[in-house]
């Protein structure tokens, strides 16, 4: 269960930055509406609301949800959080066309069907081109380096070079891997746009015995943003995230 925070780390931070620009340069910060999909345990969604921004959860298990309204009444509460149970495919559904100005979706992707559908479900909740989306989901390469690196696992390396699925811990069983071309494809197969993209986990999870994750935080945390951000790194970790906004007719994204 605790996965969801580790990977949250650097993204979660970035979106925070981000969304602070977003609300210092606004005059409407109040009436910013924000979905976090797989809400997981509600700790973004915390921070967001103490910027002022309404918050709706939405997380297809009730359990992640008692979590996270947990961490909401330990946070002292909010009558700016919203939770709902629902279904990552029933977006179009469950919400009205052009409800949110930020769109969380860090993830829950790698769980579902067919991650293609809900992004166009996104980019349909999404109010116009000002929105912004976060998208967080693992990186294919990263797994395969993982399996060398964490494990010395040779053979699942091998195993994990044309694998579709990596091991998840959260549930158990196995979760999609996102390759950058079916990352790209499937974000402007739903018509968004991606203005940023960096890794994250670059090398967080093979820090030798010797290096104390708590005594280095500062310094392990710095290191991961400046490797996240160079496309050299950033190809091979665990996580990518991306920022992304509702395509405009003929953008092709940055690249
Ligand atoms: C790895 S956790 C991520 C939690 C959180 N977003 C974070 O980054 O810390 C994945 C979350 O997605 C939720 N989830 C999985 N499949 C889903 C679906 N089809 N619809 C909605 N939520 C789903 C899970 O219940 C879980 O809370």
């Known amino acids: 269960m605790l996965i969801a925070i580790p990977c949250a780390w650097s ?35 915390v921070r967001l609301a103490r910027l002022g921004i ?13 979590l996270a309204e947990r961490t909401i009444v330990e946070a002292g509460g909010s009558d700016k959080i919203t939770a709902k149970r629902g279904d990552a495919a029933q977006l179009a559904d469950i919400f009205q066309t052009g409800s949110f100005d930020i769109f ?8 579902v069907d067919d991650p293609g559908a809900v992004l166009r479900g996104a980019e349909r909740v999404m109010r116009d081109s000002s929105a912004i989306l976060s998208v967080l989901a693992p ?6 380096l993982k399996a060398v690196l964490q494990a010395g696992d040779l053979a699942a390396a091998e195993h994990n070079l044309t694998a579709e ?49 708590s005594a280095g935080y ?28 509702c395509a405009t007719p003929g953008s092709e994204g940055d690249e």
């Open 11 to 45: 993204a979660a931070s970035t979106l925070i930055l981000l969304v602070y620009a977003f609300v210092l340069t606004s005059d409407w910060t109040n009436s910013l509406r924000a979905l976090d999909l797989g809400c997981g345990t509600g700790a973004a969604a």
């Open 54 to 66: 309404h918050v709706t959860l939405l997380d297809s298990s009730a359990t992640m949800l008692a």
């Open 104 to 111: 969380l979706c860090h993830n829950p992707l790698e769980y």
């Open 139 to 144: 990186n294919h390469a990263g797994e395969v």
């Open 165 to 213: 699925r990596g091991p998840e811990s959260l549930y158990g069983g196995r979760v999609l891997l996102f390759t950058s071309e079916a990352r790209e494809a499937i974000l402007k197969d739903a018509s968004l746009t991606i203005n940023a993209r960096r890794g994250v986990r670059v090398i967080a999870d093979y820090l030798p015995a010797q290096i104390s994750r």
């Open 218 to 245: 500062e310094r392990i945390f710095v290191l991961e943003r400046n490797l996240g951000e160079r496309r050299e790194f950033f190809g091979v970790a665990r996580f990518i995230h991306c920022l992304a906004s």
